[in-house]
Structures are given as structure tokens and as C-alpha cells.
């Protein structure tokens, strides 16, 4: 199996507060993520806190997808890592856009790259965008 | 809950080929690490894949551990993201010891900086290590 794989790390603010706080939705929405990624879905793990929010990770054919959820904030963190040619961007904004995220950080992380017999990762890019308006980007 | 988190990515090469396979062993790891960073494991999800290699990932109180391992490289791809006090970098070097990796990078990102409204990440550091001496420090 090849180890090069992409890495989005994701923060997304503004989001809908039930939302984030239902975990039915949630877990739905990241195996329908892993799906429209073409990642197969071979395990999940959720957790509902209490008063509020949810963890949860899907383990997939090709890596991992994460979120963690702070609904009194309007506030979520993703990771969404993927091996081989799955390209995980789409199934982070298609995450984004379900949650109704108002603000959007994304950053790009390599991993698995052969190089001097050793396997490195590498910072991509980090991109920024608001109502869907690109802000900036990286580097 | 605060938001505030430290998500450490990191890629360890040279490792014993016979613990990259072992799914009860790395299943047990995960676990191991989680507690010695004080953190409380709420739920696990791992899978072995044919012919070989595994994925796993714990869902904690503070967020998540996860590991992706390529035996056939001596190669595994982990990262450990928490929230609040609790600390992951020792239990990283915790893991990439017991897997008796060679070489060690590390980059330790900070998650759910609340600046003007908004919920953002930032990358600290990346450093490097072979055989327990460092080799860089960045920035």
C-alpha cells in the first residue's frame, strides 16, 4: 500500500449549534463525507458529551476522519486524512457547508513522503475562507 | 469546555516490522499512551488490513490518538490531538519508543484559538529526531 497520503486539518467557526450537537447527524454526515470521497468506511467511533458536544472518528479504507464539536461556541475541529488518490478537500467543504460554517481554516499536511529512507510530512498550505469567499492563502 | 487544543502530527520510520502488524499490541499501546498523558479513553475503532498494516484511532475525553502503520516499511503515521491541560508530546515519544522507531518527526499544531470571533489553528513547530538525538528544531 503506498504511504503518501493528504492531511487536512480543518477549523470551522459560525456553524449551526443543533448541528453540532446532534451525533445521528454528525456520524451520518461523516460516513456520507467518506463516501463522496470514495474512501471506504470500515469503522466509527462516537461520543456524546455531556451537557454538550460530540467526538467522533470514522476509520476508513485509506486513514481517518475526526470531528470534535463545541456547540456553545458554534466551533468545530476536523481532521480528514486520506491515502493514495482520494482527495479529501471536497468531503472537508462538503462537511463545512452541512454544519452552515460561516469562517473556514483549512491546512494541508503531506504525509508518508519517501525521502532519505525515512517517511516525512510536509506543511502544504493553509487556506482561509468566509461565506465562502477565499480570505487568503498560504504560503 | 474550552476549545484550546494541541494536535501533534507525527511520522516515525525504522520501526519493529512485527509490532506494525499487531493489532492487539497497538490496540493496547493506544490505550497505554492515552492514560500516561492522563487523558480518558471513551470509545476505540481499529481495523487489520490483508495483507497486512492497521489503523486505530481512540476517541478520548480530550479528543483523539490515532495510528496508520505500513509494516512493510517499517512506517507508521500517527497523530494525537487533546484538549485542555493534557500534554501529548510525551505520550508520542511514549509510542515511537515501544515501536522502537529510528526516526522521529514531529509537528505540533495548536487548535481552537478563538482571534476576532473566529475558532483558527496554528502550526508551532516541526522537529526531528534519530535515535533519541534531535536533528533540527523549527521555526
Redesign the interface.
Known amino acids: 500500500?503506498r504511504?503518501e497520503?493528504k492531511?487536512v486539518?480543518m477549523?470551522?467557526?459560525?456553524c449551526n449549534l443543533d448541528l453540532l450537537n446532534n451525533l445521528t447527524f454528525l456520524k451520518k454526515l461523516l460516513v456520507e463525507a467518506a463516501e463522496r470521497a470514495n474512501a471506504t468506511v470500515?469503522?466509527?467511533?462516537?461520543?456524546h458529551?455531556t451537557p454538550q458536544?460530540v467526538?467522533?472518528?470514522?476509520?476508513i479504507?485509506e486513514?481517518?476522519l475526526?470531528i470534535?464539536t463545541?456547540p456553545?461556541?458554534g466551533?468545530a475541529?476536523l481532521?480528514f486524512?486520506t491515502?493514495g488518490d482520494i482527495d479529501p478537500k471536497a468531503a472537508c467543504k462538503f462537511v463545512a457547508d452541512s454544519l452552515e460554517a460561516s469562517?473556514i481554516?483549512t491546512?494541508v499536511?503531506s504525509?508518508?513522503e519517501?525521502i532519505k529512507?525515512?517517511?516525512?510530512?510536509r506543511?502544504e498550505s493553509?487556506s482561509s475562507e468566509r461565506n465562502g469567499k477565499e480570505l487568503s492563502l498560504l504560503p
Open positions: 500500500m504511504t497520503g492531511h486539518i477549523d470551522i467557526s459560525g470500515l469503522n466509527v467511533a462516537f461520543h458529551f458536544g467526538s467522533g472518528v470514522a476509520v479504507s486513514s481517518h475526526s470534535h463545541w456553545e461556541y466551533y475541529a481532521d486524512y491515502c469562517h481554516q491546512t499536511v504525509r508518508g519517501k529512507g525515512k517517511y516525512l510530512h506543511v493553509t
